[in-house]
């Protein structure tokens, strides 16, 4: 983690440091740069920092260079509404983030009302693109979308076993688990156990008590990486073999160093890899000839880069209400291969997948992309 962090500054540096900006375009990339999320904050900035690089060694926009500005909302809804309001303040035009569900909604009222273009590449709560604004923007999937794949994978191999359902009440972690009961219970199966933690819980000993005492057989958890590995180790420790599925906030290396080996057999839900895309291989080089590992949700994040700079270039500006009606109306080239969006602001197409982790601390996608 620490290799990627300086290559993270090292590729800010490359994409910052030299040009002068006068004529200079403002974006910005705001995500959990702090705090317990601030795995997935660094996978965003290192796809924006690399974006923004390639960007203006290809010319910029409109002739100009790119400048990049960083909002840390630490996965705080609170801060995440502070950053938007204060990069609205600054004239940027485009906000490439947040993570969490829960900071992208609050935030994209305050860039609605200073007039700012959002796209987040890793938001999936259904609501941020429910409400009808001109300006909200995602380059992932959608809960509704993933629970239901979800709810399928566990109907499919797990019909007559016990199924607990858990999440930690959070707009992201909550949201994600009501879709996956809600399509498994349509599919005829009904769970054996429903509970609830905190965001933040450090000893989950009476959870994984009931666990036992239900004779669960896999555990679907709505929540994060990291209190999802500490319910795995202590389910180990406890000599609980139930299975742990989750959502997309388990693909980072970070959930195996809290796991350990115990890591072995925890299932997740995510996109097909988007490093072994033809469209992505040339960026992925790059990447990796800088030592990074552009996991998780870093090519989505530089997908984003790429859909706005193309609808600013084909509008012939940067004003965000013509780039958001351009978004709308074109089929865009990315790493992720051709994107285009819904009048919600959604993708066209997309897919999921079922990853399986080894003990080594590795993750593999194990089931052929399902529709979106």
């Known amino acids: 983690m620490k290799t990627l962090r300086l290559c993270a500054v090292a590729l800010a540096a490359a994409a910052l440091g030299s040009p002068a900006y006068a004529q200079s375009i403002e974006v910005a990339v705001a995500a ?10 660094l996978q965003i900035s290192t796809g924006a920092i690399q974006a923004v690089a390639d960007i203006n060694a290809a010319g910029g926009v409109l002739g100009k260079k790119l400048k990049l500005e960083t909002g840390d909302d630490a996965c705080d809804p609170k801060q995440a509404r502070s950053v938007a309001e204060k990069l609205s303040g600054m004239g940027v035009v485009v906000v490439v983030g947040h993570y969490c569900s ?13 007039g700012v273009l959002q796209i987040t590449p890793a938001s999936t709560n259904p609501l941020f693109t429910d409400r009808g604004m001109w300006n909200t923007f995602r380059t992932c999937g959608r809960d509704d ?17 016990n199924i607990a359902i858990i999440d930690d009440k959070t707009t992201y972690g909550k949201g994600l688990a009501d879709q996956v009961r809600r399509a498994l219970n349509a599919a005829g199966v009904k769970e054996k156990l429903d509970e609830s933690y905190n965001q933040g819980d450090k ?11 239900n004779a669960i057989d896999i555990v679907y958890d709505g929540g994060y990486h990291q209190e999802a590995g500490l319910i795995v180790r202590q389910m180990r420790d ?13 693909a980072s290396r970070e959930f195996a160093s809290i796991t350990g080996p115990a890591a072995e057999g925890v299932l997740f839900t995510f996109p097909p890899d988007p490093r072994k895309r033809p469209s992505a291989a040339a960026v992925v080089k790059k990447f990796k000839d800088a030592g990074v590992d552009p996991e998780g949700y870093t090519l989505y994040t530089y997908a984003a880069f790429q859909v706005w700079s193309q609808a ?16 709308r109306a074109g089929t865009w080239d990315t790493v992720l291969g051709p994107m285009s969006f819904d009048k ?5 197409h997309g897919g999921w997948a079922v990853y399986r982790w080894d003990k080594a601390g590795n993750y593999d996608q194990i089931t052929d992309a399902g529709p979106s």
């Open 32 to 41: 959990p740069m702090t705090g317990g999320q601030a795995a997935f904050g």
């Open 102 to 114: 829960s900071s992208s909604i609050p935030a994209s009222d305050a860039y609605l009302d200073g």
């Open 145 to 161: 979308q993933q629970g239901g794949y979800a709810a399928g994978y566990l109907a499919k191999n797990f019909k007559n076993k």
């Open 203 to 213: 000893d989950f000993t009476a959870l994984v008590s009931k666990l036992k005492l």
């Open 238 to 250: 406890q000599g609980l073999k139930s299975i742990l599925m989750a959502g997309d906030a388990l």
């Open 312 to 327: 600013a270039a084909k509008a012939g500006t940067t004003d965000p209400q013509k780039v958001a009606a351009a978004l």
């Open 344 to 348: 919600k602001g959604d993708i066209t």
